[in-house]
């Protein structure tokens, strides 16, 4: 599944709150070096020309927190925001 | 008006800084410093970087030295990256740090003549002419680049010495002083006046710019406690002079440095004062830190740049600073 398709399955009202926390375990995240160049590009670009919030920006940054700290990032998800299917398949994605 | 800068050590890799310095465009600062250090990512790369993901921000190394970076080496990179953001970029030299400079195996002679040297021949160099020039530390015979600088970039001098600082005001654009208090700042101001006197200039002509040790939070406590490894680094690095200017006990300050050279850091964080804090960051909320900016812009800062730690946060605390702090002088 694309990480557009689970932002979708993602509810709109937890999106801000997911985007933030996101931001902060990408931006301290010491395994920084398993950040794709070219995933990191597209990071830059969406952060310069759109941000986090609409579903292609959450998407972006799903899957750079996902790829660089997968660990945090699906337990998040799944304890704190309470979306088990959601998840799923982010574990099936990284 | 005065203008926002802000700095960043690119410790982190590039996306990290990078993100930062967007950001920083995005809620309202002028003016970015990314420091020159062998140690850490290569500043022009970060810059080059910069200056593709951004439109509009004023960006350059604060501060190389011509000692590790030959001045002809600093000037093609900063005509290249006026290619890449045009006007928008500008040079931050300093004289360097002599302990971080002999780990690479460089004495740092005659800091004060290599810096107006370096500055000398790089404005020379942008002119794209032929350039001869011999200097008590640096010379240039017949040195021409095989393409044409947009033109002048603007030049500020790194300086806390009253030489340098005096050195600045005459051939700087602008000066960059490491310096948190309304005491250093009052004492940088005079010396800047002189050498400003001096080339028949006048002191709107130069960007006075406090390049201080910040870090803002909500909690008073946390944002000091951001600050006080920083701290604890600027006593132990500076001059005695300027810690006796805040009557700080040499008692301590040496067991500070005592302590950072057996590598113990938490002795040495857990002996920073508050005394050392005054005088050497701006710490608090932002309440706290706005009434510590208007005494700088009442010295006479007409720049004013958050350096490290910035806060326990960086990115919440950028955010703070656009909601709290930019406003209230803009």
């Known amino acids: 599944m694309s990480y557009k398709k689970i932002v979708e399955m993602i509810p709109v009202e937890k999106r801000e709150k997911l985007s933030d926390k996101l931001l902060n375990y990408l931006l301290k995240a010491k395994k920084e070096n398993k950040m794709p160049s070219s995933l990191a590009k597209c990071f830059l670009s969406q952060w310069q020309t759109g941000g986090f919030g609409d579903v292609i920006g959450l998407a972006v940054l799903l899957e750079a927190t996902v790829t660089v700290e997968p660990e945090k990032t699906i337990e998040f998800v799944e304890t704190e925001m309470q979306l088990a299917e959601v998840a799923k398949a982010l574990k099936e994605a990284a | ?330």
Request: net charge positive.
């Open chain 2, 1 to 330: 008006m005065v203008k926002f800068g802000i700095e960043f050590v690119p410790k982190e890799a590039y996306w990290k800084t990078v993100y930062y310095a967007i950001q920083a465009e995005k809620r309202g600062f002028d003016n970015l410093w990314i420091t020159d250090h062998y140690n850490n990512r290569n500043v022009y790369v970060t810059l080059a970087t910069t200056a593709m993901y951004t439109k509009k921000i004023v960006f350059g190394p604060g501060v190389t030295n011509p000692f590790l970076v030959n001045p002809i080496m600093t000037c093609q990179s900063l005509a290249s990256l006026d290619e890449l953001a045009p006007g928008r970029v500008a040079l931050g030299m300093g004289a360097g740090d002599k302990t971080t400079l002999a780990s690479t195996g460089i004495e740092a002679k005659k800091q004060l003549s290599a810096v107006v040297d370096a500055i000398t021949i790089f404005k020379k160099m942008l002119e794209g002419k032929s350039v001869t020039y011999e200097g008590n530390v640096f010379k240039v015979e017949g040195t021409k680049f095989n393409f044409k600088p947009r033109g002048q970039i603007p030049v500020y001098i790194g300086a806390q010495g009253p030489k340098m600082l005096a050195v600045a005001g005459k051939i700087g654009d602008g000066v960059l002083i490491n310096a948190s208090h309304p005491k250093d700042i009052d004492y940088a101001v005079s010396q800047i006046k002189k050498g400003v006197s001096e080339a028949g200039k006048s002191m709107s002509d130069v960007d006075v710019t406090a390049y201080t040790s910040f870090s803002i939070h909500e909690k008073p406590e946390k944002a000091l406690k951001a600050a006080s490894p920083v701290v604890a680094f600027i006593v132990a690095g500076s001059p005695n002079v300027i810690l006796e200017r805040h009557g700080i006990e040499m008692e301590k300050a040496n067991k500070i440095r005592s302590a950072l050279g057996k590598g113990d850091f938490g002795g040495a964080f857990g002996s920073v004062t508050p005394k050392m804090m005054e005088a050497f960051c701006i710490a608090g909320t932002p309440d706290m830190c706005n009434e510590k900016i208007s005494r700088l812009l009442k010295a006479g800062i007409t720049q004013f740049v958050v350096g490290s730690p910035v806060g326990p946060n960086v990115r919440k605390s950028i955010d703070l600073i656009s909601e709290e702090v930019i406003p209230q002088f803009k």
